[in-house]
């Protein structure tokens, strides 16, 4: 069963529209997918995206330090 929601979950969009070379948002970090069909999901689905991304930005931030590691 599906949990009621009283509140609309935000869309993740920061304004930074521009994807990467795997297709993800530089700024949110959806696929085109998700990004361009936000509004016809569910609430489960929402929650899921947005859980997606952070687990994207854990990931890109790992790399990011990896990288700035090898080059000091």
Do not use: H, T
Request: hydrophobic fraction near 30%; aromatic fraction near 6%; glycine fraction near 6%.
């Amino acid at each position: 069963m599906e949990q009621l929601e009283f509140f609309e979950i935000p869309s993740p969009c920061i304004g930074v529209c521009q994807a990467d070379n795997r297709g993800y948002c530089l700024g949110c970090l959806r696929s085109r997918d998700e990004r361009f069909g936000w509004n016809q999901m569910s609430d489960a689905e929402k929650r899921k995206v947005v859980e997606l991304c952070q687990k994207r930005k854990k990931r890109r931030a790992i790399k990011a330090r990896l990288q700035q590691e090898e080059d000091d």
